[in-house]
């Protein structure tokens, strides 16, 4: 059995089911793929109802109801089938379908489509469920717009600077022969550029970082002028990189070639293959992938990723609106985090850097807080953040974040927190680059050392030469 043959056989048993519970994450790729699975299912007039979960754990799992729907796992279940075995579910009654490590279980042989196994690394679960959702009904390349989202969202595009493999042959070219993806292929490697002043998304932007524009507004304003790049309409309102012209896009990216060569950096982050939804209206976020992805980043992790896929089903009305503010919000609290790990800072340990917040801000977050950390901390460490978990104080999350040079140096995040969570009961998983767990407060410390020594092993097995 191949990785096609694994998609037709999870087509055919949700054809198959009279009636169907989809059981997903509350992340950009999670709500994706529940927008997508969702949709194909009722196409085909299967009744379908849907359930979001932060996490599969003992805790969440009474939400998955126990009837006699086929439940379909998206997003996460892979690696928590001991879950559905211990809740008594059998093999015709679960569908995985899922892109992280799987854990199976004596005694049962779940259905599970999932790509990690045959080496499509750079998909994420949105980008399966879209080919399971072509599978049921060629005419579904509609939704290829949602599962490019996911992937994007689920940083498939960020090691690569664009989608590679299936995300990229399959979906992202259904979704561009629809009409409804419009592909960018030696783009500004930039986040904002649909909604952000031109110089706030140099600024802000630190892949690559830029000597002199990277954390400096001013700095990136005086760049742009001295460019000649004019930067405001004539009513004052600042033009966004979207709506620049061809030829000052062109100058831009000449001039910033020049910066990273003159501080001895590479080139090869500089441009990016991106993907715009020209269907969308501009100057919103959700004109790009990057940009929608944080849309539905926010409604998940303020527990409302119903809003989430009502966006993506097309709502425009209530359903955004809430989600702008959520995403103002969102927003806010971030840069809050991000202000609070600089001014309290972190303890270094040889291999990563690490921070506890305690329970001032929501455990969905952290690691979104740690990731844009780090351009302003120690880049070659990963960074290790933990926080309370408001429904179990006698729990703690972990979240991690570390960039494209670390892995590869040989760093693997998700195995290093699956690894060392498990040995003090807990659970971790995630990608390479960003990975979680949840441990007994009570391990905290020795968990955070152990962390230490695990990756210390990775650089080692990479680099005989580390220290």
């Known amino acids: 059995m191949g990785f096609c043959d694994d998609v037709k056989a999870a087509a055919e048993q949700i054809a198959a089911a009279q009636e169907v519970t989809i059981i997903s994450h509350i992340d950009a790729d999670g709500i994706a793929c529940e927008a997508i699975l969702s949709q194909a299912v009722s196409r085909l007039e299967?009744?379908?109802?849907?359930?979001?979960?932060?996490?599969?754990?003992?805790?969440?799992?009474?939400?998955?109801?126990?009837?006699?729907?086929?439940?379909?796992?998206?997003?996460?279940?892979?690696?928590?089938?001991?879950?559905?075995?211990?809740?008594?579910?059998?093999?015709?009654?679960?569908?995985?379908?899922?892109?992280?490590?799987?854990?199976?279980?004596?005694?049962?042989?779940?259905?599970?489509?999932?790509?990690?196994?045959?080496?499509f690394t750079r998909m994420s679960a949105a980008g399966v469920s879209y080919l399971v959702s072509k599978e049921l009904d060629s005419a579904n390349t509609d939704l290829a717009m949602l599962a490019v989202i996911g992937n994007v969202g689920d940083m498939m595009a960020r090691e690569k600077c664009g989608l590679v493999g299936p995300a990229r042959d399959i979906i992202v070219e259904d979704g561009a022969r629809h009409g409804s993806v419009e592909v960018r292929k030696k783009d500004l490697n930039c986040y904002g550029t649909s909604t952000r002043p031109l110089h706030l998304s140099l600024a802000y932007n630190d892949d690559p970082f830029i000597k002199g524009i990277t954390n400096n507004p001013e700095g990136a304003r005086q760049f742009l002028k001295r460019l000649g790049i004019r930067q405001q309409a004539p009513d004052g309102r600042w033009y966004v990189w979207e709506e620049i012209p061809v030829e000052d896009k062109r100058t831009v990216i000449s001039a910033l070639a020049e910066q990273l060569m003159a501080n001895g950096e590479k080139l090869d982050r500089l441009l990016a293959e991106t993907y715009g939804f020209p269907l969308e209206t501009p100057r919103t976020p959700l004109r790009n992938a990057q940009e929608y992805a944080t849309v539905l980043n926010a409604c998940g992790r303020w527990s409302k990723p119903q809003v989430g896929g009502a966006i993506l089903r097309g709502d425009r009305g209530q359903a955004y609106r809430d989600a702008e503010h959520m995403l103002t919000n969102h927003r806010s609290i971030i840069r809050d985090l991000l202000q609070f790990i600089i001014d309290t800072g972190v303890k270094e340990l040889e291999n990563l850097q690490w921070l506890h917040v305690g329970g001032r801000y929501p455990d969905t977050i952290v690691g979104i807080g740690a990731g844009m950390a780090l351009s302003k901390l120690n880049s070659s460490k990963p960074i290790l953040i933990m926080c309370e978990v408001p429904e179990d104080r006698n729990l703690t999350k972990v979240s991690m974040r570390t960039n494209e040079r670390v892995v590869e140096k040989g760093i693997d995040l998700q195995q290093a927190l699956a690894s060392a969570s498990a040995e003090y009961g807990g659970g971790g998983g995630g990608h390479k680059i960003a990975a979680g767990a949840y441990i007994p407060k009570t391990a905290e410390q020795e968990f955070v050392e152990r962390v230490n020594r695990i990756l210390g092993e990775q650089f080692a097995a990479a680099c005989p030469g580390h220290r």
Do not use: W
């Open 46 to 119: 299967i009744p379908v109802k849907s359930v979001f979960v932060r996490q599969l754990e003992p805790l969440t799992m009474p939400q998955v109801p126990a009837d006699s729907s086929l439940k379909v796992f998206a997003d996460l279940g892979a690696g928590q089938q001991n879950l559905m075995r211990d809740r008594g579910f059998t093999d015709k009654e679960i569908l995985i379908i899922d892109h992280h490590v799987s854990q199976p279980v004596e005694g049962c042989q779940y259905t599970q489509v999932n790509c990690l196994p045959y080496g």
